[in-house]
């Protein structure tokens, strides 16, 4: 039978729903939407023939945004009717809570109700009589706790023996209703909890006055939401770089290893080059995924994320985005991949879609190889140097800004801003067994639903860049053959009448083209496309070495020089703006459910870094600079 | 009197809303509602949007939607 959980927003909803579906998660779009919830098998964890459905968090069956729109339209609906309700509340709001319990029953659902923070209630000095709420509803009640387990058992029990009823729920929407309405279910709903609750509020631990009054401090708030973020990002960028050098390392040894063991042909090096190479591209990010959910999961169980959107809420909110975006857009410096997985948390799904767009135009850590070559280039003097670095990130936020103010007025991202109401959870110590859970269910998520389809498109791009099979004659460097001979190759002559007005030959086309695999590649494929003696990664001159013969490349058949300061300068734009992140790409279409979105963004962002780059290289060469 | 006239730490009770309909009937759904006493407890960069207690709750709401609650 299918069941659906509904609650309101922090009620325990969807720490229950972990709690009953572990890992077994599927998600799954409202038909005809976009909006997202999460499914689960009941029969893989216990056994149950159940098919338990999560849904946003609702305050009433009146609907105040698009998202919530869906929500109550799927709880209406005939063809996706549940056969059951288990609706979730907060025994601390009880009467608050119930108003939605309330309008439930009105509409004529079956439901079972299971009451939440039991623990809490205690703590205030308050307890709530479970059978009396239970007599008053004329509905089952449980105390559950999704967080440690308690009450788990006995609502699996109970669900156990549970049967759809014979004939479908006969449910009617809520009328349009008055303010007299809203305020009689108030008072009803007011009486219901007096009724249950018993003892006064001795310690309103709920309440958080004290702790509020500092973590939403103005200043005193702001340092610590900034500190936080500090410690965030910097774990991210730092403490998983050995982890990723590790990964790299190993992906190395094995595709080395691989080659060297099997016979030589092009089905061992599509296999070493193509899936083995792949694979470390898929595990590689998994130490900054890791590292950033287990600070967002320990943030958003202890209650502090939502406290932190609402200090940075008026800056983001003036560009169509909202606090929640901060986080994300902040993680978009180090990498697209975890950055874009950490939007789940804004739970408007245009903001969510908009951060998701300018996600990939954050700066982030792939580009600095390239922008370090290419400002190398500009300029020897570090401080200079320095001062180019800071105007890329600079540029990146600019863009950034740009580009969501003016997708917040097109149609499609278009609201009214006001629509934000963020209730704060309760403060309280996160407990780890959550944190765990929801790192382990993301990065599983990720592995699944990802990592096949980069490992695919990283085949594909192997493929371009090494097909057809080349013989290569002793002495010649059979990567150089092979790839100038490549498919990739002939696109890369074909194209060149685009790329000229770039101010690149087809060899600087072919190394962009395969810079899409990831950023940091086209350092290497431009080392080998124009036949640079690459320096080892570790040497300190590596960029004033592999510049200085750059300076000598020129046009095939010419004296022209092809990187001149004009075409450096473009391409420095074009890698500010393109999205040349296949793996990004993919995420892009796992956290939208769209391929639409995806390529729109790839598209997207490929055009405007190629427009842009041309206009900056052919301003500068009218305006004389070479 | 609005809701603007209210400081950090004030608590005041809530006589009515008034506004866009569809605004206060959500606002009331969420424990706004006439009679209630409302405590401004926290106030962000700007003074928007500004948390309040209401029903054992906090809630922040930006300046738009808070305008339409009279004290």
């Known amino acids: 039978m299918n069941i659906t959980l509904v609650g309101p927003q922090n009620a325990g909803k969807s720490t229950l729903f972990n709690a009953l579906a572990s890992r077994h998660v599927t998600t799954v779009n409202y038909p005809g939407s976009t909006v997202e919830h999460s499914e689960s098998d009941l029969r893989k964890q216990f056994n149950l023939d159940i098919n338990l459905s999560d849904t946003p968090g609702l305050s009433s069956l009146t609907p105040s945004t698009a998202d919530q729109q869906v929500t109550v339209d799927y709880l209406f609906s005939d063809a996706n009717r549940a056969d059951h309700i288990l609706a979730v509340i907060d025994a601390t709001q009880l009467s608050r809570h119930l108003y939605l319990v309330d309008q439930l029953l009105d509409a004529g659902f079956q439901l079972t109700l299971c009451v939440s923070m039991l623990d809490l209630l205690k703590k205030n000095g308050q307890t709530l009589d479970l059978e009396a709420l239970a007599d008053t509803l004329g509905v089952p009640v449980f105390a559950t706790n999704g967080r440690t387990l308690d009450g788990i058992p006995e609502l699996v029990d109970y669900l156990r023996e549970l049967r759809p009823l014979p004939e479908p729920m006969q449910v009617t929407p809520p009328e349009a209703c008055s303010e007299g309405a809203v305020q009689s279910r108030h008072a009803k709903t007011r009486a219901v909890s007096e009724r249950c609750i018993a003892g006064t509020l001795t310690t309103d631990v709920c309440s958080n006055r004290s702790i509020d009054a500092t973590l939403l401090h103005p200043v005193w708030g702001l340092l610590i939401f900034i500190a936080a973020m500090v410690v965030i990002f910097t774990s991210i960028f730092s403490f998983a770089a050995p982890f990723m050098d590790a990964i790299d390392a190993a992906t190395t040894v094995v595709v080395n290893w691989t080659k060297a063991t099997l016979p030589s042909s092009w089905m061992t090096d599509i296999f070493a080059d193509g899936i083995l190479a792949g694979i470390g591209s898929v595990v590689i990010c998994l130490p900054q995924i890791i590292i950033l959910f287990l600070f967002m999961s320990y943030l958003e169980d202890s209650g502090y994320l939502a406290r932190g959107a609402m200090l940075i809420d008026r800056p983001l909110s003036a560009i169509g985005l909202n606090g929640r975006s901060f986080v994300p857009l902040l993680s978009g410096f180090a990498c697209a991949i975890p950055a874009m997985m950490a939007a789940r948390t804004i739970h408007n799904r245009r903001e969510r879609f908009l951060t998701l767009m300018i996600i990939p135009l954050m700066s982030c850590s792939a580009r600095l190889p390239v922008y370090s070559l290419l400002i190398t280039f500009l300029t020897d003097n570090p401080l200079h140097q320095g001062l180019v670095l800071a105007g890329m990130y600079f540029l990146s936020i600019l863009l950034g800004t740009v580009v969501a103010t003016i997708l917040a007025r097109t149609k499609a991202y278009k609201s009214k801003r006001g629509a934000f109401q963020l209730e704060m959870p309760v403060m309280r110590n996160p407990l780890m067994t959550v944190v765990l859970r929801s790192t382990f269910s993301r990065s599983m998520n990720y592995l699944r639903k990802a990592g096949p389809i980069i490992i695919f498109v990283s085949i594909g791009l192997w493929a371009l860049t090494h097909l057809p099979v080349q013989t290569v004659a002793p002495g010649e460097d059979a990567e150089y053959v092979s790839v100038s001979e490549s498919y990739a190759s002939s696109i890369g002559h074909a194209i060149e009448p685009v790329m000229k007005p770039m101010g690149v030959d087809y060899r600087g086309g072919v190394a962009l083209m395969m810079g899409f695999a990831a950023r940091e590649v086209f350092v290497q494929s431009m080392a080998l496309m124009y036949r640079l003696d690459k320096p080892e990664d570790d040497d300190p001159e590596h960029d004033r070495l592999l510049v200085g013969q750059m300076r000598n490349v020129t046009w095939e058949g010419t004296d022209q020089r092809i990187f001149t300061l004009s075409t450096v300068l473009g391409m420095l734009f074009f890698f500010s703006v393109a999205l040349q992140c296949f793996p990004t790409v993919v995420v892009a279409k796992n956290e939208t459910g769209q391929w639409r979105f995806a390529l729109m963004q790839l598209f997207g962002y490929t055009i405007l870094s190629y427009v842009g780059a041309v206009l900056i290289v052919q301003t500068l060469r009218l305006c004389g600079v070479a | ?71």
């Open chain 2, 1 to 71: 009197m609005t809701i603007e006239t209210m400081t950090l730490g004030n608590a005041a009770t809530i006589t009515g809303l008034e506004g866009p309909s569809a605004t206060c009937l959500q606002l009331q759904e969420l424990g706004f509602i006439p009679g209630s006493t409302i405590t401004f407890v926290a106030k962000s960069l700007f003074r928007d949007p500004i948390a309040y207690q209401v029903e054992g709750t906090t809630i922040a709401l930006r300046q738009e939607e808070a305008a339409c609650i009279l004290i």
